[in-house]
């Protein structure tokens, strides 16, 4: 039986930017992408703290360090800029290998979409 589990997640970081006339997807700090083993493309699933709106869409690599956290094309109409949200990527993995996998979760500094060190 393989089942779905959570691989990655970034835990609420503030949204800096929204951008409606982009393409799609998530623009995500470059740092923030490798310290949660996300990589460009990846389907993400996103959760919005401030008004419980829930999307799927994939990653992109955002300026490293630059702390953005931008949602583009429809995904805009979901949070605002101030908004704090938690991303997260799953994989499909045998259910014997997901009992002892760990998770790669980071927990920025909200304020400023930095890791803690």
Do not use: W
Request: net charge neutral; hydrophobic share 45%; proline share 3%.
């Amino acid at each position: 039986m393989q089942i779905q589990i959570l691989k990655s997640k970034i835990h609420r970081v503030t949204v800096t930017q929204a951008d409606l006339n982009y393409i799609g997807s998530v623009t995500i700090d470059e740092e923030l992408m490798e310290a949660a083993n996300i990589v460009q493309y990846e389907k993400v699933f996103i959760v919005n703290n401030n008004n419980g709106e829930r999307l799927e869409t994939y990653a992109i690599k955002g300026e490293r360090g630059s702390g953005i956290i931008c949602l583009n094309g429809a995904a805009a109409r979901k949070a605002s800029p101030g908004d704090v949200i938690i991303i997260m990527a799953f994989a499909i993995m045998d259910y014997e290998e997901a009992k002892c996998f760990k998770p790669s979760v980071v927990f920025p500094d909200t304020a400023t979409n930095k890791l803690v060190k």
